[in-house]
């Protein structure tokens, strides 16, 4: 899936790195998570590539993680505009953010496993 993806990330961007998540559908929706570090004053490029699934997966970008309810802020998510595979974002200061992956339950009611590859790229805007 990766080497799939990554011909998307182009100039002026520069590949940084990746995260698989192994997400499980089944009979209960669930939210997954992945933490990522971003620097101030740098631009990402964050593509998202799936396998395995045809269930929509909500994505939402947070400053603080999924276990902390006190100062929690969405950042980005799918209702913004962001198309379903390419996301810009030029964090508000340097640190950890938390990207929730909100899984739904199997379409069919078969547990089932699928995959989604973020593949993170930056420019430097400094």
Same mark, same amino acid.
């Given at each position: 899936?990766?080497?799939?993806? $990554?011909?998307? #990330? +182009?100039?002026?961007?520069?590949?940084?790195?990746? #995260?698989?998540?192994?997400? $499980?559908?089944?009979? $209960?929706? +669930?939210?997954?998570? #992945?933490?990522?570090?971003?620097?101030? @004053?740098?631009k990402y490029k964050l593509i998202f590539c799936t396998? @395995?699934?045809?269930?929509?997966?909500k994505l939402d970008i947070y400053?603080?993680? +999924?276990?902390v309810k006190k100062d929690r802020k969405k950042l980005y998510d799918n209702s913004q505009g962001i198309d379903n595979n390419f996301w810009t974002f030029e964090p508000? $200061?340097?640190?950890?953010?938390?990207i929730d992956y909100e899984v739904p339950a199997s379409a069919d009611g078969t547990p089932k496993t699928g995959c989604i590859v973020l593949l993170i790229s930056y420019v430097s805007e400094k």
């Open positions: 899936i990766m080497k799939a993806c $990554k011909p998307n #990330v +182009k100039a002026p961007y520069k590949y940084d790195s990746y #995260v698989i998540s192994e997400l $499980k559908f089944d009979k $209960k929706p +669930k939210i997954a998570e #992945v933490v990522f570090t971003a620097f101030e @004053g740098q396998n @395995g699934f045809e269930e929509p997966v400053n603080k993680n +999924k276990s508000p $200061k340097s640190g950890n953010y938390f």
